[in-house]
């Protein structure tokens, strides 16, 4: 069937999904479902007519092909954006081959990511020249990505697997928005973003994140261009993240990195114009000294606070201020020598500047103390601090960026709605004119799930509540046999309980985030078949563990943000001076998304099984306990642990009969082979 044939046939979509169409004949495994037909449908006519669409779909609709069938049979330029680039890269190697070999689609496709997830040839370069990188380690890390660079077509850093993507050499030998010497650079021509770019261009259906989408945003804003090409519609999965990348994206931010980076780079600038410039070599190790000192002074725990409550910094932002100012000069007398000193300069004016926020003081009465436009706060940790200045109501830029582009807008995800409302959602973007739809999940939760509520637990902010949880969880553990996810809304709670099972003695193997990388965590997980693992917000989302290797799903508290974020009390303040209600308006719908996000690890296809516990007795205690479990799915409750040692007891014996119905089908089917000719079976 070729794409004509597809773009002028009578049928709706739906029916290409249907019971008799190409995917239900095609592809192995393909079920027809209702809800996907419907949400295509529904998606086809906004591509056709143009305007926005934001869709919930429950856990198991099948959102991606709803979306992606549409869209490969419109006929018309698209962009896929979504929430990570584990869902980018599954979409592209996995999902879109499939679609279009099924719909015979002739479709151009092309995956677009981040600089930062490229090599660069130039920096690469940089490096192998580097003497700081001298090391036995660093030497055997450039001359593997040499011979790599020699051979690979997309430059994609998660392609050279003898360096793990998470690795900080990477820094060395990738490049940002702040570094890239664009066309100034020698190594332009062989640029792996260039050409990931150009093939973008080129594409009917291209495949982003939203950081990239949002970084296209910013350039179109600012009148610099743009980075993704025109489109006709654009799809947003995991459209629940959009909120917080907004707020990061439309504010301002500068960070240790940066201006460790400006300070190498100078150096290395310097050098390769001639050497003759040692003013600026003194100068950025000055910057270097005076970033370290600045970074002591905000401690070694990893925290988030209110810049106007940090006293301390102040010297030290000084003296970090002076050091900028300085190299700052220095570049700016013979920025004109040298493309990469230009650059540095360039960066350097902006880092200045942005420092210069941080040394406004904000009046305690001010429109901006309580709530106003924005608000300054920090992140900081051991190794690292990010200031930011952050927008406190973004609607109105983000729906600015949108109409910038022309075409249809699909935002989706199996968490926008609360109850049947979405306006959480739509107005925090702008977007309260946008159709709005749901469906809900057609998995069978009443037959395969239950929800248990264990009685007598303390209150969340009691001192034993972790060892309660911990309590609670092991008699269901044993039950389950392992095989479970235990989700924590603090990194604290986390490591309490995986002290608590090592130190009690622990029958299951334990995987604790943090010990491993995210992705090889989840590989052991599955393989150990019986294992538990503890996890905090990354755990919560985006991850899809299918089967009985995941059969039990404990939550301790319900995730709510927490009371001290600078940037949730500031979007509190503002919420109260306009009449609001900061809990009701704010915190509730969050929280009730992100727990239909953890509720949502437990069954991720039609013939999972599995306990969801829920500890938090907020739930039954509290008033607003009935809308966080009216949002979930349709599971039935109990708080007899009882019912949940027969739940498991009779999963375990459904799966032994149906372990021994399989081993009488083999042994009849390899007698039946046996009575085949060879040849006949050849």
């Known amino acids: 069937m070729t794409q004509a044939s597809?773009?002028?046939?009578?049928?709706?979509?739906?029916?290409?999904?249907?019971?008799?169409?190409?995917?239900?004949?095609?592809?192995?495994?393909?079920?027809?479902?209702?809800q996907q037909q419907e949400m295509a449908d529904a998606i086809?006519?906004?591509?056709?007519?143009?305007?926005?669409?934001?869709?919930?779909?429950?856990?198991?609709?099948?959102?991606?092909?709803?979306?992606?069938?549409?869209?490969?049979?419109?006929?018309?330029?698209?962009?896929?954006?979504?929430?990570?680039?584990?869902?980018?890269?599954?979409?592209?190697?996995?999902?879109?081959?499939?679609?279009?070999r099924a719909l015979a689609s002739p479709v151009r496709v092309a995956l677009l990511k981040g600089r930062a997830n490229y090599l660069c040839l130039h920096r690469l370069e940089l490096a192998e020249r580097a003497p700081e990188l001298a090391t036995s380690e660093a030497i055997v890390h450039l001359h593997g990505l040499r011979e790599w660079a020699q051979h690979t077509e997309s430059g994609e850093i998660a392609q050279f697997h003898a360096l793990p993507a998470g690795d900080r050499f990477w820094l060395q030998v990738t490049s940002t928005a702040d570094n890239c010497l664009g066309q100034e650079c020698p190594s332009w021509s062989e640029c792996h973003v260039v050409k990931a770019r150009r093939a973008a261009q080129e594409a009917e259906l291209v495949v982003v994140n939203h950081h990239l989408l949002f970084s296209d945003f910013l350039l179109r804003q600012e009148g610099f261009g743009e980075l993704l090409p025109a489109a006709d519609a654009f799809v947003l999965d995991e459209a629940h993240q959009l909120p917080e990348i907004a707020s990061r994206f439309f504010g301002i931010a500068v960070s240790g990195r940066q201006l460790t980076d400006l300070a190498r780079d100078a150096v290395r600038a310097q050098r390769g114009a001639g050497g003759d410039m040692p003013a600026i070599?003194?100068?950025?190790?000055?910057?270097?000294?005076?970033?370290?000192?600045?970074?002591?002074?905000?401690?070694?725990?990893?925290?988030?606070?209110?810049?106007?409550?940090?006293?301390?910094?102040?010297?030290?932002?000084?003296?970090?201020?002076?050091?900028?100012?300085?190299?700052?000069?220095?570049?700016?007398?013979?920025?004109?020598?040298?493309?990469?000193?230009?650059?540095?300069?360039?960066?350097?004016?902006?880092?200045?500047?942005?420092?210069d926020l941080f040394a406004e003081r904000v009046d305690e009465n001010s429109e901006e103390k309580v709530g106003g436009a924005q608000v300054k706060w920090l992140e900081s940790s051991a190794r690292s601090f990010t200031l930011y200045v952050t927008p406190m109501d973004f609607?109105?830029?983000?729906?600015?960026?949108?109409?910038?582009?022309?075409?249809?807008?699909?935002?989706?995800?199996?968490?926008?709605?609360?109850?049947?409302?979405?306006?959480?959602?739509?107005?925090?973007?702008?977007?309260?004119?946008?159709?709005?739809?749901?469906?809900?999940?057609?998995?069978?939760?009443?037959?395969?799930?239950?929800?248990?509520?264990?009685?007598?637990?303390?209150?969340?902010?009691?001192?034993?509540?972790?060892?309660?949880?911990?309590?609670?969880?092991?008699?269901?553990?044993?039950?389950?046999?392992?095989?479970?996810?235990?989700?924590?809304?603090?990194?604290?709670?986390?490591?309490?309980?995986?002290?608590?099972?090592?130190?009690?003695?622990?029958?299951?193997?334990?995987?604790?985030?943090?010990?491993?990388?995210?992705?090889?965590?989840?590989?052991?997980?599955?393989?150990?078949?019986?294992?538990?693992?503890?996890?905090?917000?990354?755990?919560?989302?985006?991850?899809?563990?299918?089967?009985?290797?995941?059969?039990?799903?404990?939550?301790?508290?319900?995730?709510?943000?927490?009371?001290?974020?600078?940037?949730?009390?500031?979007?509190?303040?503002?919420?109260?001076?306009?009449?609001?209600?900061?809990?009701?308006?704010?915190?509730?719908?969050?929280?009730?998304?992100?727990?239909?996000?953890?509720?949502?690890?437990?069954?991720?296809?039609?013939?999972?099984?599995?306990?969801?516990?829920?500890?938090?007795?907020?739930?039954?205690?509290?008033?607003y306990g009935r809308i966080f479990l009216a949002d979930l799915p349709p599971m039935p409750r109990t708080s007899e642990l009882d019912d949940v040692i027969r739940f498991f007891q009779h999963l375990d014996e459904c799966a032994s009969a149906q372990a021994r119905t399989d081993d009488v089908s083999e042994k009849i089917s390899d007698e039946f082979s046996r009575r085949i000719p060879e040849e006949v079976l050849k």
């Open 395 to 623: 609607s109105a830029t983000f729906r600015a960026a949108i109409d910038r582009y022309s075409g249809a807008w699909i935002f989706t995800s199996a968490t926008l709605a609360v109850g049947e409302e979405f306006s959480h959602f739509t107005a925090r973007l702008g977007i309260e004119d946008a159709s709005t739809a749901r469906w809900g999940s057609p998995f069978d939760y009443a037959r395969n799930t239950l929800c248990y509520l264990p009685p007598d637990m303390p209150d969340p902010s009691a001192r034993d509540y972790t060892a309660a949880v911990i309590g609670a969880a092991r008699p269901v553990l044993a039950a389950s046999g392992g095989r479970a996810f235990l989700l924590f809304t603090s990194h604290s709670s986390l490591r309490e309980a995986a002290r608590l099972l090592e130190t009690q003695g622990f029958e299951y193997p334990l995987f604790v985030q943090g010990s491993l990388p995210h992705q090889e965590l989840l590989e052991r997980f599955r393989a150990a078949g019986n294992g538990v693992l503890l996890g905090t917000a990354s755990f919560w989302e985006g991850v899809d563990v299918r089967g009985s290797a995941l059969s039990c799903v404990i939550i301790d508290k319900l995730p709510f943000a927490a009371p001290d974020d600078p940037v949730l009390q500031a979007r509190a303040a503002l919420i109260r001076a306009h009449g609001g209600n900061p809990f009701r308006d704010q915190q509730l719908p969050a929280a009730v998304i992100a727990l239909k996000q953890g509720a949502g690890r437990l069954i991720r296809d039609a013939d999972d099984s599995g306990v969801l516990m829920l500890c938090d007795p907020r739930l039954r205690g509290r008033s």
């Open 44 to 100: 086809g006519r906004v591509l056709r007519r143009g305007g926005m669409l934001v869709a919930e779909a429950g856990t198991g609709t099948g959102k991606t092909y709803a979306y992606l069938v549409p869209a490969l049979v419109a006929g018309m330029k698209t962009v896929v954006s979504t929430g990570t680039k584990a869902l980018q890269d599954q979409l592209f190697h996995r999902d879109i081959p499939r679609l279009t």
């Open 281 to 355: 070599e003194v100068s950025a190790r000055g910057l270097e000294r005076a970033l370290d000192g600045f970074r002591r002074t905000l401690g070694d725990a990893q925290r988030q606070a209110a810049w106007e409550d940090e006293r301390a910094p102040a010297a030290a932002l000084s003296r970090l201020q002076t050091e900028v100012r300085e190299l700052r000069g220095l570049l700016e007398d013979c920025a004109e020598r040298d493309p990469a000193l230009q650059h540095c300069w360039r960066r350097a004016q902006t880092l200045a500047a942005r420092l």
């Open 6 to 34: 597809l773009s002028s046939m009578d049928e709706s979509i739906s029916a290409l999904l249907g019971e008799h169409g190409p995917l239900a004949q095609r592809l192995p495994g393909f079920v027809p479902r209702l």
